[in-house]
């Protein structure tokens, strides 16, 4: 973000397609999302999955691995909304001031 | 190197249909608009080309003029050669697109007849338009004869297709008084022109196989860095249409400058007016002159960029600049004409008194004796010493 004006495309023309990846979206959240695995069913027993299924920003990652489960969030683009924590069955999200 | 005798036609044609016959000769790609007074025949004469197999351009007759440049905005995304055509209210409606054009910087030709705005609704010329759209970011120039309209069309796609300018051109003439007056024009052969004319050479265009995005959201973060390249722009304008105009010069013997200027280097008191009125301005000056007064004039025809240095100069020597502009500014220190000159002027150590008389709005009548007026004022402001920041002339008060 620190180019001159004639260091950048014309008009704000995007001349490299998909290039909205390098957007760290991340950047606006005021609030972050905090997870706490002892009551989470997902670490559980690999169930509920409300978090991934509303986060807007794809930005829940539940992965499995030889029988374990993994939660984790990808913060350079989850924007803070607060959606996982609001749909947590378990309380087991919480918000937290960045 | 002047093109010969045999490969010029003359016609009498309005300055529409000259308009018209310079758009079926650059060549177009795409031509999309909605018709409205006075600008009509220029479409209505493209549309019969059209029709009569004689130009192989997409002509789209869009629902608004906010959809006209909107079309011409996307065709011209893709890397076609693109021109359309309003005046006053359907100019107004594209308001929102103007600043996308120019801002995309779409080499885009848009011919106006100049028109009053509502209200009371008005068909006739003034400059209201034209200036409401100054800052929008198109190169705005203003023709005082049919002849020119034709010359200005062609070498505005040079101009606007240029790779240091690639931005709108607005050629303006005046509602009626140059639309529909029938006057001679020179048009050049057909392929004359195309060799003149060329074929646009997009820098960056809309293309399948090389994907890229126009248009996108910039905010506080880039923005201000695109405004920046969009200035820098315009402001190269005169360069570039000074090395058009030569070449063009070469083809035809014709030139007419930023600005034309007639006998002012010895002028006391200069007009400074734009389109039209110029002729009216110069038989003005001649009738002065045979009794003794020392006054010239200056037809203004590139708005935007306002060539605000060379300009200064060319009045700078003058004890009074007399400005007759066909606009207001409602509430503005002057008015859009004036502001430039005295803005132009203001570092200049020796200036000359600016008058601003507006005048002929709605298409009221500039004849001779209102210029007249206005320079019998200007000397006695001279010799008072001071003058009103601006007054109208020509309505009854």
């Known amino acids: ?70 939660y984790a969030f990808n913060y350079d683009y989850c924007k803070g909304c607060g959606i996982c924590a609001n749909e947590c069955p378990t309380d087991s999200i919480h918000m937290e001031k960045e | 190197m002047t093109v010969s005798k045999d490969k010029i ?22 031509l999309a608009a909605y018709p409205i007074t006075p600008q009509t025949i220029i479409v209505e004469d493209y549309q019969r080309f059209a029709a009569d197999g004689e130009v192989n351009a997409a002509v789209i007759p869009v629902e608004s003029e906010h959809s006209a440049m909107s079309a011409c905005v996307g065709a011209s995304a893709v890397g076609a050669r693109v021109a359309t055509a ?9 308001w929102e697109i103007l ?19 509502s209200g009371p609704i008005n068909i006739h010329n003034d400059h209201s338009d034209g200036m409401g759209m100054r800052d929008s970011g198109f190169i705005q120039l203003y023709c005082q004869s049919s002849q020119e309209a034709y010359d200005t069309t062609l070498m505005a796609f040079l101009l606007a297709e240029h790779h240091d300018v690639l931005l709108p051109v607005m050629v303006g003439i005046d509602g009626f008084i140059v639309s529909h007056n029938v006057e001679r024009v020179e048009m050049l052969a057909d392929d004359v022109v195309e060799k003149f004319v060329g ?64 006998k002012t280097e010895d002028a006391e008191i ?57 606009a207001m500014s409602f509430g503005g220190a002057t008015h859009p004409l004036a502001l430039e000159v005295r803005t132009a002027l203001y570092e200049a150590k020796e200036r000359p008194m600016v008058l601003d008389f507006v005048v002929g709005l709605g298409g009221r009548d500039v004849p001779p004796t209102t210029f ?15 003058a009103p920041k601006y007054e109208t002339l020509g309505v009854r008060k």
């Not at chain 1, 290039?19 to 950047?27: I, L, M, P, R, V």
């Not at chain 2, 309003?86 to 594209?94: H, Q």
């Open chain 2, 270 to 326: 200069i007009i400074l007016a734009m389109s039209s009125m110029g002729g009216t301005a110069k038989v003005v000056v001649d009738a002065l002159r045979e009794k003794g007064e020392k006054v010239g004039s200056i037809r203004l025809k590139m708005f935007r960029p306002f060539p605000a240095e060379d300009l200064a100069k060319a009045v700078g020597n003058a004890k009074a600049v007399m400005i007759f502009e066909k």
């Open chain 2, 99 to 117: 600043y996308v054009a120019a801002s995309m910087r779409m080499p885009i030709v848009f011919t106006v007849a100049n028109r009053a705005l």
């Open chain 1, 1 to 70: 973000m620190s180019e001159k004006f004639n260091e950048i495309p014309m008009a704000g023309n995007i001349i490299e397609p998909g290039n909205s990846e390098k957007y760290k979206t991340g950047g606006w959240r005021a609030e972050k999302p905090i997870h706490n695995p002892e009551a989470c069913l997902w670490v559980k027993n690999g169930t509920c999955g409300r978090c991934w299924i509303f986060c807007p920003d794809m930005s829940v990652i539940l992965t499995e691995k030889d029988g374990k489960h993994a």
């Open chain 2, 86 to 94: 309003s005046a006053s209210a359907g100019l107004a409606l594209m």
């Open chain 2, 9 to 30: 036609t003359v016609e009498g044609l309005t300055g529409d249909a000259a308009i018209a016959h310079a758009l079926k000769q650059a060549n177009l790609d795409v």
């Open chain 2, 372 to 386: 007249v007026e206005g320079y019998e004022k200007t000397k006695e402001y001279l010799k008072a010493g001071k």
């Open chain 2, 199 to 262: 074929v646009r050479d997009p820098v960056q265009n809309l293309n399948p196989n090389k994907p890229l995005t126009m248009g996108p959201l910039a905010l506080t973060d880039y923005y201000f860095e695109f405004k920046e390249q969009q200035s820098r722009a315009i402001m190269g304008v005169p360069k570039v249409y000074k090395e058009i105009e030569a070449e063009f010069e070469k083809l035809t013997g014709r030139k007419y400058g930023m600005f034309e200027t007639y």
